[in-house]
């Protein structure tokens, strides 16, 4: 299961609407950006993550060329752009999500896209939204039980000493 954060505008708009405009960005790693980093940074319009992968991808093509490197190492050097892109993509389209007046409306655990707007828009209450069937979440309660003994690496919670 994944992690997806939504984000909705912040003007107000009738529930339609709304839900029409309600992005869901996938939490963690991103392989598109990995494998095609310069045109999924410009289709998403990240042009602060273009501009600066650009200065990555140059910078170690550079230095690629002036360090005595063989090819495998030069290559290397050349995929720090793309990791850079893989790792924080997702977090520079949330960033400009905010930039642009939207709002952190809420996250959900979901196996893909549409189970994740499936139970954001279930739970929201949304208009002519499907309710589908889901296999129910295994939860883990807030705090520490009480029947627990172990808490992290330690054999009991101070508190029950």
Same mark, same amino acid.
């Given at each position: 299961?994944?992690?997806?954060?939504?984000?909705?505008?912040?003007?107000?708009?009738?529930?339609?609407?709304?839900?029409?405009?309600?992005?869901?960005?996938?939490?963690?790693?991103?392989?598109?950006?990995?494998?095609?980093?310069?045109?999924?940074?410009?289709?998403?319009?990240?042009?602060?993550?273009?501009?600066?992968?650009?200065?990555?991808?140059?910078?170690? =093509?550079?230095?690629?060329?002036?360090?005595?490197?063989?090819?495998?190492?030069?290559?290397?050097?050349?995929?720090?752009?793309?990791?850079?892109?893989?790792?924080? =993509?997702?977090?520079?389209?949330?960033?400009?999500?905010?930039?642009?007046?939207?709002?952190?409306?809420?996250?959900?655990?979901?196996?893909?896209?549409?189970?994740?707007?499936?139970?954001?828009?279930? =739970?929201? =209450?949304?208009?002519?939204?499907?309710?589908?069937?889901?296999?129910?979440?295994?939860?883990?309660?807030?705090?520490?039980?009480?029947?627990?003994?172990?808490?992290?690496?330690?054999?009991?919670?101070?508190?029950?000493?």
């Amino acid at each position: 299961m994944r992690m997806w954060t939504a984000y909705e505008p912040r003007t107000p708009t009738s529930a339609e609407q709304r839900a029409d405009q309600t992005v869901l960005v996938k939490d963690g790693f991103s392989w598109p950006a990995l494998l095609i980093p310069l045109p999924w940074l410009l289709v998403n319009r990240l042009w602060l993550g273009t501009l600066i992968y650009v200065a990555i991808a140059g910078v170690a =093509g550079l230095g690629g060329s002036l360090l005595p490197l063989n090819d495998q190492a030069g290559a290397l050097l050349a995929l720090i752009g793309n990791l850079y892109a893989g790792f924080e =993509g997702n977090d520079l389209y949330r960033r400009k999500l905010l930039k642009r007046g939207f709002v952190h409306a809420g996250s959900v655990l979901a196996r893909n896209r549409t189970e994740a707007e499936l139970v954001f828009f279930e =739970g929201r =209450g949304a208009p002519d939204i499907v309710h589908a069937t889901l296999a129910p979440m295994k939860t883990m309660p807030a705090g520490p039980s009480a029947a627990c003994d172990v808490l992290g690496l330690f054999p009991r919670p101070e508190g029950l000493r």
